[in-house]
């Protein structure tokens, strides 16, 4: 190990894959952002601003150098072939499983989700915060814009086994369809009490193994600027640290951070840094409360 330098891993990190518990790669693809682009500059930039985060957390009173943590660098995406990084992302998450760990995995665009949900041979909950439906049926004749990753998580996970939270921007089109196929939400209007906000994500997702999803627009503008497709009100950062209290309830399988655009705001990629220690500190505290 040479004294004088330090390897550009996810918090410093150094563990292999065999001792860890949670695999950190990123997904450096955004070929259908819409609006603002340059997620894919979102793994380097996460990373970072993760090396720099203390490695204690007062909130939780937790050391997040208990987690065992390996950064096994970036998916080696096809920036032309959607089917092709969707096959090596999938395959990714299905060797990172094999192994044991979980996959916590740096966005790119919100489409890198459904193709992480593909590598489970048996499909967790997908639980999407999201300030989007993110339902189309296509988008401009893509099936796997970042406008339909909800549909397609939908169909790989089963209708019944996803909700996304946080909601607050629609076409009518998506709404109808997401009533029409019975898809649970929790409108950006319901979260507002966080108390209440806590006690129905934790009747849905009791006892169930979950896969979180993070799009950062999830967010207020005001707290992240840095995302793809601002969307004004949206939730602030503490009451989000309240609300991750349903997290003792779950069995966290894979945790994601997508849609941040670092061009925009160098504030942002710190807050996503933040935002993954802060659930997996809340996930094991909580787990060792039970």
Same mark, same amino acid.
């Given at each position: 190990?040479?004294?004088?330098? *330090? ?20 997904? %450096? ?42 950064? !096994?660098? +970036? ?5 032309? &072939? /959607? ?5 090596? /992302? ?31 041979? #048996?499909? %967790? ?8 439906? +993110? ?18 998580? *939908? ?27 019975? !898809?649970?939400? !929790? ?20 006892? #169930? #193994? ?12 005001? +707290? ?7 969307? %004004? ?28 655009? %670092?061009?925009? &705001? ?8 933040? !935002? ?10 909580? #787990?060792?409360?039970?």
């Amino acid at each position: 190990m040479n004294l004088f330098t *330090s390897p550009f891993n996810f918090a410093r990190r150094e563990l292999d894959l065999e001792e860890a518990e949670y695999a950190v790669f990123g997904v %450096p693809f955004d070929s259908s952002e819409t609006y603002r682009g340059g997620s894919r500059e979102a793994p380097a930039a996460i990373r970072e601003a993760s090396r720099e985060v203390e490695d204690y957390d007062f909130l939780e009173d937790f050391d997040l150098l208990s987690l065992k943590i390996a950064d !096994i660098g +970036d998916v080696e995406v096809s920036f032309g &072939d /959607v089917k092709e990084t969707k096959t090596r /992302v999938k395959e990714t998450v299905a060797e990172v499983l094999s192994r044991g760990a979980k996959p916590i995995i740096l966005g790119g665009e919100h489409t890198i989700s459904a193709f992480a949900l593909e590598g489970f041979k #048996k499909k %967790p909950f997908f639980l999407s915060l999201d300030a989007h439906f +993110d339902f189309r049926e296509e988008y401009l004749g893509n099936r796997y814009s970042h406008a339909c990753t909800l549909k397609r998580a *939908s169909e790989i996970a089963g209708k019944d086994n996803v909700l996304t939270v946080g909601v607050r921007s629609a076409c009518r089109e998506e709404l109808d369809a997401v009533r029409e196929e019975g !898809i649970k939400f !929790i409108p950006f209007g319901e979260c507002y009490d966080v108390e209440m906000l806590v006690a129905r994500l934790s009747k849905v997702l009791k006892g #169930k #193994k979950v896969y979180m999803s993070i799009d950062m627009d999830f967010f207020d503008p005001k +707290d992240a600027k840095g995302v793809c497709n601002p969307e %004004p009100p949206g939730i602030f950062f503490f009451d989000f640290i309240l609300m991750l209290a349903f997290l003792g309830e779950i069995d966290l399988v894979a945790l994601d951070i997508t849609e941040v655009a %670092p061009r925009y &705001d160098s504030y942002t990629p710190i807050l996503a840094s933040k !935002i993954i220690f802060k659930v997996l500190a809340k996930y094991h505290r909580l #787990k060792k409360m039970i």
